[in-house]
Structures are given as structure tokens and as C-alpha cells.
């Protein structure tokens, strides 16, 4: 079983990665789960046509574990997997980790909560899946988003960027959390997916940063108006546009990372070569709208 993390900044495009790389994977005739840790649990919805699923903390909390606690739950059959587990396209299993109720408790914390209940229900032996993708949101804050790479679960994490500062901001930070763990038993460093946002379409940047952090861009993402069409309808292009360009470069990316082995203990930069990244950017996209 392949485990896979993507992690990036919110609104890099992490969800639409990996929900494309786990239909694509689906396609070749694996056996994909895919587990969104985003407590606005969207990030399958493009598998289910834009259909949302219950979260394994909202069905936790239905079935009482405030009151009789998560031991209880399994103990005594309350909750079942088919209750936290959906099919979507080509059969990839999907589950939304959920969050909090709002204003109460920690969205990392729940994090932990639901994967160790998938545990508990033998979701891996059970499902048998070949491959499991994780969809973690933002940066690495708290233990709880950082779960999947702190224990490395994740057998690699892909880093989803932009050429925008924040979001390579963000992937530096990650770069960070994930060279904390790495030799402590945590997950190590797959690469880094540069998907193209915005108007600012700066490889070299990302390739740079890439390098300079011990890693490699394993795979490019343009910016496509299918992809936009196929979120529209709830989709991912494979589903939407599959003899499209675009759903063929997801099936490359797809293989590319299912087959990756070369892995690394990422270095983050300082806060000074931060500033320089920041600066060759802002250089670049004043020079782009003068």
C-alpha cells in the first residue's frame, strides 16, 4: 500500500491534484482511498459530482462519542465503516475527516480523531486499497495537520505551490516541518507540484526554490480552462475532459508519483533567502503589469 500526502497553502490547488491523481490512479486499475483533512470538507467533492459526504467527526459526533467516548464507538458497533466511507469516480473510496463544531475545539486535532477511528474500524485492511492520498490543508500549524507526515504515514509528501509568495512561503514552512520529522520516523519529501495560478506563470522560480530545498518539481500543471469547466460540473478533468491534454498530463503526473522513489530530507530556506524569493517575484510581476 502507497501512502500519499499532498500539502500546500489554501486555494493552491491541492484538492484538485490530488482528487485528478487519485481518479487517474483509479483508472489504471488501483484501489485508491482518498481522505480529505480539510475541515471544510470539500476535497473529494470533484470525485462525487459536486456531492458533499458526511464527515467521519460529524457522524462521530451523531453517534454520541462526546458522551461515551471513541472506544465505545467501536466497541460496540455504533459506528460502521460504510457510514464514513463513500465511492466516488471509478470506485476511489472517499472520506472526509470534518472538523469542529464551530467556535469549539482544534480543526488538527479532529484530524488525528478521525484517522485513528479509521484505524480502529480496519478501514486499510478491510478496503485493501493500493493507494491512499491524503488531502491536508494549509501549513503545517499543529500536530494535527501535520499528523500524516509527523507519523510518517504518508510513505512520501508532495508539496502543491503557485509561483505567488505565499504559497512558496508556505511550501518552505512545510519544507520545515517536514526535515523536523523526517529522521524521527516522519514522512520524507516526494517533491513539489507546481500548479499554475493566477496570472503570474513563473517556473524557473518554483524549479529554483525546488532545488535549492534538496528536492525536484516532479510534475507541472498549466492553467487550463478545463479544469475550471470540470469543477463547475463537479468534476475532475479525467471524468470531465479525459482525451483532453490536460487529463493526459494528470495520468502522467499520476504515474510519475505512484513510481516516484527519489526522496529527500527537504532544507528549508532561511528567512533571508525567503526575501530574495520574494523579491525576484515581486520584480517579475511589476515588470509583468507596468
Known amino acids: 500500500m502507497r501512502q500519499i500526502a499532498f500539502y500546500?497553502?489554501?486555494g493552491v490547488g491541492k484538492s484538485t491534484v490530488s482528487s485528478n491523481i487519485a481518479a487517474a490512479?483509479?483508472?489504471?486499475?488501483?484501489?485508491?482511498?482518498?481522505?480529505?483533512c480539510d475541515p471544510k470538507h470539500d476535497c473529494t467533492m470533484n470525485l462525487r459530482g459536486?456531492?458533499?459526504i458526511p464527515t467521519i467527526l460529524e457522524v462521530s459526533r451523531d453517534k454520541g462519542i462526546e458522551s461515551v467516548g471513541l472506544d465505545e464507538l467501536v466497541a460496540?458497533?455504533?459506528?460502521?465503516?460504510?457510514?464514513?466511507i463513500y465511492k466516488g469516480y471509478g470506485g476511489v473510496y472517499c472520506a472526509e475527516c470534518g472538523g469542529p463544531k464551530p467556535g469549539f475545539g482544534c480543526a488538527g486535532r479532529g484530524v488525528i480523531v478521525a484517522i485513528d477511528l479509521l484505524k480502529r474500524l480496519n478501514a486499510f485492511e478491510r478496503l485493501?486499497?493500493?493507494?491512499v492520498i491524503y488531502d491536508?490543508?494549509?501549513?503545517?500549524v499543529c500536530g494535527g495537520f501535520a499528523m500524516p507526515l509527523r507519523k510518517g504515514l504518508a510513505d512520501a509528501v508532495y508539496i502543491v505551490t503557485s509561483a505567488d509568495y505565499l504559497a512558496i512561503y508556505a511550501a518552505n514552512n512545510i519544507c520545515r516541518g517536514i526535515s523536523e520529522f523526517a529522521n524521527k520516523g516522519g514522512s520524507p519529501l516526494g517533491g513539489i507540484v507546481y500548479n499554475v495560478r493566477g496570472m503570474l506563470d513563473e517556473e524557473d522560480v518554483v524549479r529554483d526554490f525546488a532545488e535549492k530545498v534538496n528536492s525536484q518539481v516532479i510534475g507541472c500543471v498549466p492553467n487550463a480552462h478545463q479544469i475550471?469547466?470540470?469543477e463547475i460540473e463537479g468534476n475532475t478533468v479525467i471524468e470531465y475532459a479525459p482525451d483532453s491534454e490536460i487529463a493526459a498530463l494528470f495520468r502522467e503526473l499520476a504515474v510519475q508519483i505512484y513510481e516516484n522513489?527519489?526522496?529527500?530530507?527537504?532544507?528549508?530556506?532561511s528567512p533571508e533567502a525567503m526575501m530574495m524569493v520574494g523579491q525576484v517575484i515581486r520584480t517579475r510581476t511589476k515588470e509583468k503589469y507596468k
Do not use: C, F, H, R
Not at 128 to 131: G, T
Not at 261 to 269: A, D, Q
Open 8 to 10: 500546500g497553502k489554501g
Open 25 to 36: 490512479l483509479a483508472e489504471q486499475g488501483l484501489s485508491v482511498l482518498m481522505i480529505g
Open 50 to 52: 459536486d456531492v458533499e
Open 76 to 84: 460496540g458497533n455504533i459506528i460502521e465503516l460504510d457510514e464514513v
Open 128 to 131: 485493501k486499497p493500493d493507494v
Open 136 to 140: 491536508v490543508p494549509g501549513d503545517v
Open 228 to 230: 475550471a469547466e470540470a
Open 261 to 269: 522513489t527519489l526522496i529527500s530530507v527537504p532544507k528549508p530556506l
